[in-house]
């Protein structure tokens, strides 16, 4: 099976890297607004799920967007099941960073583009070039720099560890929730991200702390901008290009994310980069540079002259 880029004309991709860009810009700040809110992963997820759906039915209704999506079959059940895994990753990865920490949490979780590379070569077929795996484990060593792992071999208690492994689990889940969804959001990702939030309010709806939510506070400003901007905005622009990228280029575009989170993590929280992270953002920069502007690790050899 070919990749996705090779059916897809240069000028057609462009606008969709464009539009990943600032997805993954705005996405880096989910770590904020999380901790901002107060709440617990399992509530924090549902409200973000329950204001993602008033988004996305405002906006799609409006544009006619969800025309004919009842008999859709088979994109309705690949949707449900993708937002199953979707739903069950934010909450892995909201309680990892409770325990752990907003970067180190960001750092393990963006285990997931090799998740993504994995599975596409595994279930579809799907092939990149040689160097850009190797400008993505470029991208991926500075994730793990950007962690700052001597510290997180000094201060590693139980409930650290715990959060690094849930985080993990949240990679796997949302490499294949990713994969999955870029294979059926091709003609509608508006009803994709709504399915998927719908399954989120439905799974999730039982479990929440009402308690502690349903008080006036600026927590609700926090878990509407997680619903509005994060599961509205950021998601429909995500699928909207996934469509028209190669696998590699959404894997290390994915890079961005962390670099936000660790500068957002220093701008609001006064945690400074030590210098093992600095290298590590660097690494980030070079391994997406090199995907994108195909960089090749040799010179191919000149024909002899005659």
Not at 101 to 120: D, E, K, W
Not at 163 to 180: D, I, M, P, W
Not at 238 to 264: E, G
């Amino acid at each position: 099976m070919s990749t996705v880029a090779a059916a897809v004309p240069a000028a057609d991709s462009r606008p969709a890297l464009i539009q990943l860009l600032i997805a993954e810009l705005l996405i880096g700040s989910v770590g904020v607004f999380v901790h901002e809110s107060g709440q617990d992963a399992i509530t924090a997820v549902l409200f973000r799920c329950v204001f993602g759906v008033v988004f996305l039915l405002a906006w799609g209704w409006a544009r006619g967007l969800f025309r004919g999506l009842l008999g859709e079959g088979a994109l309705i059940r690949s949707a449900i099941f993708s937002g199953v895994l979707l739903v069950l990753n934010w909450v892995a990865l909201f309680a990892g960073m409770a325990r752990s920490s907003i970067g180190v949490a960001t750092m393990v979780y963006h285990f997931f583009p090799f998740v993504v590379l994995g599975l596409a070569a595994l279930f579809y077929g799907e092939r990149t070039r040689a160097a850009d795996i190797g400008w993505t484990a470029i991208a991926f060593v500075g994730v793990l720099c950007s962690a700052d792992p001597f510290k997180l071999l000094r201060s590693a208690d139980s409930g650290y560890l715990i959060g690094v492994g849930l985080t993990f689990v949240a990679a796997l889940l949302c490499g294949a929730s990713l994969l999955l969804s870029r294979r059926i959001s091709r003609e509608r990702p508006f009803a994709v991200v709504l399915i998927q939030c719908l399954v989120g309010v439905a799974m999730l709806a039982p479990f929440a702390d009402y308690a502690r939510v349903m008080v006036p506070g600026a927590h609700w400003y926090w878990l509407a901008g997680l619903g509005l901007i994060h599961s509205g905005v950021c998601y429909v622009l995500f699928y909207s290009s996934y469509p028209r990228l190669q696998v590699a280029t959404i894997a290390v575009l994915a890079f961005i994310y962390p670099v936000i989170a660790l500068l957002l993590d220093y701008a609001v929280y006064g945690h400074t980069l030590a210098p093992v992270q600095s290298l590590g953002v660097a690494l980030i920069v070079v391994g997406t540079l090199g995907v994108n502007l195909k960089w090749q690790w040799r010179r191919r050899a000149q024909p002899a002259r005659a």
